[in-house]
T-cell receptor
Framework: GAVVSQHPSRVICKSGTSVKIECRSL??????MFWYRQFPKQSLMLMAT?????????EQGVEKDKFLINHASLTLSTLTVTSAHPEDSSFYIC????????????FGPGTRLTVL | SQKIEQNSEALNIQEGKTATLTCNYT??????LQWYRQDPGRGPVFLLL?????KEKRKERLKVTFDTTLKQSLFHITASQPADSATYLC??????????????FGRGTQLTVWP
């Protein structure tokens, strides 16, 4: 149980375009979802926290107009990177916590974004 | 804010030996601490959670200790196998009273187990 999926797993886009990444909890209802970014050999950096039906809470230094988060249901959150630039190239990972074990995050497999 | 240090970037050991990874933190003692495994190009996988009132937790070949006096957690893999080769991440719960489930992550220790 506690499976989280992400789609797509890899995406390559041109500079200036927007990219949407989906995060789904497959077998549980996610009260909260988190979005992280990870650069090579670096730690996971929390970008934002989202709760179903409410606005996401962004970490300091993360542009909310650039990284749009929508948490439309208890099983789906989306991250849209708007007007992507090469410096946005990174590994984006989502995680979710459920009602039963709120202290354990279950991670998706990640999305590798490359902006040309 | 919390600063988390994992002992080394890389650890190489021989198959069958015990791998010991260290996680030190500098600020408040978290309500709980977790260890995750991450393979290249994949998301982290939850391994163990230990609470502030627990000294030790075990799961099969894995053992975690938590010393709030030393502000340190040790993660042990006994009878290590090449399949244990991965990056292991230490994660600390955020301050009490803030967003439930929010974690701070260390940079990880890359473990290589050679035959």
């Amino acid at each position: 149980g506690a499976v989280v999926s992400q789609h797509p797993s890899r995406v390559i886009c041109k500079s200036g375009t927007s990219v949407k990444i989906e995060c789904r909890s497959l077998d549980f209802q996610a009260t909260t979802m988190f979005w992280y970014r990870q650069f090579p050999k670096q730690s996971l950096m929390l970008m934002a926290t989202s709760n179903e039906g409410s606005k996401a809470t962004y970490e300091q230094g993360v542009e909310k107009d650039k990284f749009l988060i929508n948490h439309a249901s208890l099983t789906l959150s989306t991250l849209t990177v708007t007007s992507a630039h090469p410096e946005d190239s990174s590994f984006y990972i989502c995680s979710a916590i459920g009602l039963v074990r709120a202290d354990t995050q279950y991670f998706g497999p990640g999305t590798r974004l490359t902006v040309l | 804010s919390q600063k988390i240090e994992q002992n080394s970037e890389a650890l190489n050991i021989q198959e069958g030996k015990t791998a010991t990874l260290t996680c030190n933190y500098t600020n408040y003692s978290p309500a709980y601490l977790q260890w995750y495994r991450q393979d290249p190009g994949r998301g982290p996988v939850f391994l163990l959670l230990i609470r502030e009132n627990e000294k030790e937790k075990r799961k099969e070949r894995l053992k975690v200790t938590f010393d709030t006096t030393l502000k340190q957690s040790l993660f042990h893999i006994t009878a290590s196998q090449p399949a244990d080769s991965a990056t292991y991440l230490c994660a600390l719960a955020h301050d009490r009273g803030s967003t439930l489930g929010r974690l701070y992550f260390g940079r990880g220790t890359q473990l290589t187990v050679w035959p």
